[in-house]
């Protein structure tokens, strides 16, 4: 028995939520596989309710579960997961980005992954104002720098396409903390002499995602720098609906997609799915590894094999120049897992 926690957000959030729980209420009556679901409130919504984008009784619960699934919430986001992520000590973002046939990819043969330090840099809101100037801190540490690092060779092992590791930063520039940065990762390189290891300023990695994108691997960075060359690795794929993410610390993982609440499409069964259906075959591969069950595994590539499927088949939401509805789309899902 596996005890989801599933914050179901804003906007297209609970539409999305609703995808996914068909999805997982089918895995349990095909694939028996056991799970208990519980559905908790966090965002705009809750803020509004309770004064807490992020109430009490759903950060307990949260903690009380094997994993968490979160949608996609408002303009309190960062009240949300940034919180969790700090909380929990989810040191590790980690957002594949892959082409699926019949979306607009730059390229068919696109397969590489993001992993983004999730606890440090500008993120951790260390600023103030001298005067009429404001001031950003940003912090790189040497045990945040190697445990992503670390994590991100384990990735390149696990994966076993290129075995590459790209180190992304601007060194040249900001010499003491990404100067740190490049040097840690360079150490742990060392360690795996079987994977080949590059480094790359950001500046030229955001080129490369587009020039030549099938050249990546494994991009290990920062957290404001992997923060944005994922969405643009999202982008050359076809778009945010085709990309999951996962929040990773040593005993727990919440997963999410990367794309915001989409207000202007909320409640109209627009919302692509597949993002959150593939954020929920990340948990599973995450549980199998935590707990040694094959069955995680199996259910996992049972759910991207059933989006990829529908995709391949030409079916496709409205958001994306298609004609079917966000349920529509998911029970094609349901139909190619059954």
Known sequence: MYKISLITGDGIGPELSESVIKVLETV????????????????????????????????????????????PVGESAADVIVVLRRMLNLYANIRPAKSY????????????????????????????????????????????????????????????LKRKVTCVHKSNVMRKTDGLFSRVCSEVAREFPK???????????????????????????????????????????GGLGMAPAANIGESFALFEPVHGAAF????????????FILSAKMMFEWLGMKNKDQKCFEVAKKL??????????????KDIGGDKTTAEFTQYVISNIS
Request: overall charge negative.
């Open 28 to 71: 349990n009556d095909k694939l028996n596989l056991r799970l208990e679901i519980e559905k908790l409130e966090a965002g705009d919504k809750a803020l509004a309710k309770t004064g807490k984008a992020l109430p009490e009784p759903t950060l307990h619960a949260v903690k009380r579960s094997d994993a968490c699934l979160k949608a």
């Open 101 to 160: 046939p019949n979306m607009p990819a730059l390229k068919d043969n696109i397969d590489l992954v993001i992993a983004r330090e999730n606890t440090e840099d500008l993120y951790t809101g260390m600023e103030f104002e001298i005067g009429s100037t404001a001031v950003a801190l940003r912090t790189i540490s040497e045990q945040a720098s190697k445990r992503i690092a670390k994590y991100a060779f384990l990735i390149a092992i696990q994966r076993d």
């Open 195 to 237: 994977i080949e290891f590059e480094q790359m300023y950001v500046d030229a990695c955001a080129m490369n995602l587009i020039r030549q994108p099938e050249s990546f691997d494994v991009i290990v960075t920062t957290n404001l720098f992997g923060d944005i060359l994922s969405d643009e690795a999202a982008q050359v794929v």
């Open 264 to 275: 202007d499409i909320a409640g109209k069964q627009a919302a692509n799915p597949s993002s």
């Open 304 to 317: 991207e094999s059933a989006v990829y499927g529908v995709v391949k088949d030409g079916i496709k939401t």
